[in-house]
């Protein structure tokens, strides 16, 4: 049978979804954190000259200038000046102070350069004004060899100002090392083990392997490893926790001490808080097993922790939430997100007649994707605003009276509430955070599952952990709650949760078993 084939026209209707360029730089610009769109910006201002700071706009320099200059020809006493409408003024009459000003708009001619007698004249008035005593004895100690300061020591951040680098754990051993009377081989070998080590300061690495990587005897390695397990921190390059904390004893003098012992014999009992149990292996009394545990406990389990890690980072609030008389206020924090303008000059040059047609494409690009981007961040403002709102709403107890008084929240209701899709809410409040009366919480924080209460109420599950928290507090380490008792303990308040929730809690919460929270007296 033969195919043949048809040619022909077919005409469907049909709806769907495109996304532009714009609109995912719109979603991106909505989930990021202020510090991600920080960079964005920065990256955005250094390839697209069209944009430029608020604070910082050649515009705003000129027109400073142009204020100077009216100014020095402003009219005689009596006649009245025109008035200059106010940032309120401007809001109010629906303008944002996002979008482009009238003052942006480009202008037919260019602002004129400061004369330079002016600045001349300024500078000459500010010598008479200076002390030169004290510029001698400050600042001016070579001046007999005719050298001359650098202009920008002034302007030079001091000493404690400046920023250095973290020593690294690599660089603090390499150090000591290098102050030490290692021979080279020596030191080949010992650097080749120092960085090696693991955040935390342990030797993964099996020594075999780092003989054949050297090409030197495995004995050789030992002895080498055995010195460096001898610098400070006490404890790094040990190949397991036993090892570490038994050479911090050694470092104390406590090599064959009780402590030592139970390090070496009997750590897996230690960890599980089986005192009893050691005692009896060992022949001693309870008391004394307590003493040697106190003294172990002392110890640092992660001897590179104080090298290793990442920087901190630090938390901007997006919103704040103050009360004001009854009600709850939400303000958006704009000093933390740049603010950005269309830059007058590429503007005036992108409408002169002289400018090439590439060229002037070129701007009207750029000119659209600043738009683009000036108008993705007000609307970013507006929908965590709004979004701030709407939580304010539903957690009104919680900002009254603290994390006991959350409600279950989930996506949907802020969605229906301010008309939005749930993964606009979702992305919203994603890595956003909310200075409040009760403290700085991310927005994700205030939506919460709920739990079946015995009055037929759902309790928010912030709450519940919070409840278990405070029961382990204030339980006795000698007699730590299990999970079963602390559901028992929780029914008795209302709230019906399984034990193998409470340990799911628990364990969120990163609280240890009963087991291991018992401590001997």
């Not at 075999?208 to 001898?230: F, I, M, N, S, T």
Request: charged share 30%; with cysteine; aromatic share 6%.
């Amino acid at each position: 049978m033969a195919l043949e084939v048809k040619l022909g026209q077919d005409l469907r209707l049909r709806q769907q979804l495109v996304m532009t360029p714009q609109l995912q730089q719109a979603i991106k610009i909505l989930q990021l954190s202020l510090p991600e769109l920080e960079a964005v910006v920065q990256s955005e201002l250094d390839s697209n000259p069209m944009l430029e700071p608020l604070d910082h706009s050649v515009a705003e320099a000129a027109a400073n200038h142009e204020n100077d200059e009216s100014a020095a020809n402003a009219p005689a006493d009596g006649e009245p000046l025109a008035a200059e409408p106010d940032r309120e003024t401007a809001l109010a009459n629906g303008e944002s102070e996002w979008e482009p000003t009238a003052d942006d708009r480009p202008a037919e001619t260019v602002a004129t350069e400061p004369p330079d007698a002016a600045a001349e004249l300024r500078e000459l008035s500010r010598l008479d004004k200076l002390d030169w005593r004290e510029y001698l004895e400050n600042y001016s100690n070579n001046w007999q060899d005719g050298e001359a300061g650098d202009p920008d020591d002034e302007r030079r951040n001091t000493l404690e100002n400046t920023l250095t680098r973290k020593t690294s754990l690599e660089d603090h051993l390499m150090w000591q090392m290098r102050m030490s009377n290692f021979d080279e081989t020596d030191q080949r070998v010992g650097a080749t083990i120092i960085y090696n080590l693991n955040d935390d300061g342990y030797l993964e690495t099996p020594l075999e392997e780092l003989a054949a990587q050297l090409e030197c005897e495995v004995d050789r390695v030992g002895r080498v490893l055995k010195r460096v397990q001898r610098l400070d921190p006490p404890g790094v390059g040990a190949r397991d926790l036993r090892e570490c904390l038994h050479a911090q004893l050694a470092n104390l003098g406590m090599e064959e001490s009780l402590a030592a012992r139970i390090v070496l014999n009997h750590l897996d009992l230690l960890e599980k808080h089986r005192y009893n149990e050691i005692a009896r292996a060992m022949g001693i009394s309870l008391e004394l097993v307590g003493g040697a545990a106190k003294v172990i406990s002392l110890l640092e389990p992660k001897p590179g922790r104080d090298y290793g890690g990442q920087e901190p980072a630090y938390i901007v609030p997006d919103v704040y939430i103050q009360k004001v008389g009854d009600d709850f206020m939400v303000t958006l924090n704009e000093s933390a997100v740049p603010r950005l303008r269309l830059a007058n000059y590429y503007q005036r040059v992108m409408n002169d007649a002289g400018v090439g047609a590439e060229t002037r494409e070129y701007l009207q690009e750029r000119m659209r994707s600043a738009r683009w981007l000036v108008k993705s961040i007000y609307q970013r403002q507006q929908t965590i605003f709004k979004v701030a709102n709407s939580i304010v709403k539903f957690q009104h107890a919680f900002f009254e009276h603290g994390v006991s008084h959350l409600k279950p929240l989930v996506l949907k209701d802020v969605a229906v509430d301010i008309n939005m899709h749930e993964s606009t809410i979702s992305r919203a409040t994603a890595n956003k955070y909310a200075h409040t009366p009760q403290g700085i919480f991310e927005l994700k924080f205030f939506f919460t599952s709920g739990v079946k209460a015995a009055d037929g109420e759902d309790v928010s599950a912030e709450t519940v952990k919070e409840k278990i928290r405070a029961l382990v507090a204030g339980e006795g380490n000698h007699n730590p709650l299990s999970d079963q008792s602390i559901a028992e303990i929780l029914r008795k308040d209302q709230i019906n949760i399984a034990r193998r929730t409470v340990a799911k809690y628990r364990q969120a919460l990163g609280i240890l078993p009963s087991g291991r929270r018992k401590r001997i007296a």
